[in-house]
């Protein structure tokens, strides 16, 4: 069993929904790490918690520590939130999670 | 925020030459820089740890001799893909950690190689 753990696997909406990607990891943390990674592959780092939410634009992170537990929001989803979204924990390295296709239709 | 350049972006090279790739850390210094390597629809993989002055620690499979890493500076990790084969062909992607003892990675962007 992996370490990190995101469902699902491969998403695809329609324009405009709520999008919930999922992270669970069963190691301790100091702090976990939601990357997009688009389709040419470059990675841009979205966010970095350790504990509560962050939001940024329509995107929010959220993290309960206790429950070893990260979600991924997207609000008013858009084609161009079309990528690779990563889960990436850290404890002593960096540990990644195989990471979700989200795929957003017009 | 802390940030990681990474260069060059994408690159395509014949079989048999080498290819060098950057990691700078733009307003922090990074004792310790990481190196991944990423093969299509797979995770990321770390590949080797370097420390700023001291040799690179590789992960178990990775080729120490093929991948050359160099982290002369605080600022700056090199990693030089030597004798590429198309098998090299990958995602290569950096991070870094600020400072003795930090915490929080921050990611370079990444880079596509490609070896015809």
């Known amino acids: 069993k992996n370490e990190v753990e995101q469902s699902p696997q491969n998403l695809t909406a329609q324009e405009g929904e709520f999008i919930t990607i999922n992270c669970s990891y069963s190691v301790g943390i100091s702090a976990l790490h939601w990357l997009q990674q688009h389709p040419g592959g470059g990675i841009v780092s979205l966010f970095m918690l350790s504990s509560g939410k962050k939001k940024h634009g329509r995107l929010i992170a959220t993290i309960n520590i206790q429950e070893k537990h990260s979600s991924l929001h997207i609000t008013a989803s858009h084609p161009r939130d079309s990528a690779v979204y990563i889960c990436a924990v850290e404890n002593n390295d960096m540990r990644f999670g195989a990471g979700t296709r989200l795929t957003v239709k017009p | 925020g802390a940030v990681v350049s990474q260069h060059p972006s994408w690159v395509i090279c014949k079989s048999g030459t080498s290819v060098k790739i950057e990691c700078r850390s733009l307003?922090?210094?990074?004792?310790?820089m990481f190196w991944y390597r990423q093969f299509p629809k797979q995770s990321l993989m770390l590949m080797a740890t370097?420390?700023?002055?001291?040799?690179?620690?590789?992960e178990q499979g990775v080729e120490k001799d093929k991948f050359l890493i160099n982290h002369a500076s605080l600022t700056l990790s090199t990693l030089t893909v030597t004798s590429a084969h198309p098998e090299d062909s990958s995602f290569y992607i950096c991070?870094?950690?600020?400072?003795?003892?930090?915490?929080?990675?921050?990611f370079g962007s990444g880079t596509r190689l490609t070896v015809v």
């Open positions: 991070s870094a950690i600020q400072g003795v003892g930090g915490m929080g990675y921050t």
């Open positions: 370097s420390n700023e002055g001291s040799k690179a620690t590789y």
């Open positions: 307003d922090f210094q990074a004792t310790t």
